[in-house]
């Protein structure tokens, strides 16, 4: 299994951005793919999963109505939309396939 996350970039406080996960190899429905993110000098911490067989998700406190995570089966890409972001958001995300396949990271930095 191989992830391929994409779309950070540089956005101001409020703005919304989506990042993508692509998802390539075989993908079991038992498998949940999550987003995680590091900020600076911080360690990775959780922000959100969805269960590919029946959508349910679940996210952290810090992001819960704000961000969504949602998936394409037809596509294997997951996607974070992030609304109403701020400078605390500013990370790396990477996505996550069950518990042991990690995808390369995009940076997502939120101006102030």
């Known amino acids: 299994v191989q992830l391929q996350a994409s779309g950070g970039g540089l956005v101001q406080t409020g703005d919304s951005l989506r990042v993508s996960c692509a998802v390539s190899?075989?993908?079991?429905?038992?498998?949940?793919v999550a987003w995680f993110r590091q900020a600076p000098g911080k360690e990775r911490e959780f922000a959100a999963r969805i269960r590919w067989s029946d959508g349910s998700t679940s996210y952290a406190d810090a992001v819960k109505g704000r961000f969504t995570i949602s998936r394409d089966s037809a596509k294997n890409t997951v996607y974070l939309q992030m609304n109403g972001l701020k400078p605390d958001d500013t990370a790396v995300y990477y996505c996550?396939?069950?518990?042991?396949?990690w995808g390369q990271g995009t940076l997502v930095t939120v101006s102030s």
């Open positions: 190899g075989r993908i079991l429905s038992s498998y949940a």
């Open positions: 996550r396939a069950s518990t042991e396949y």
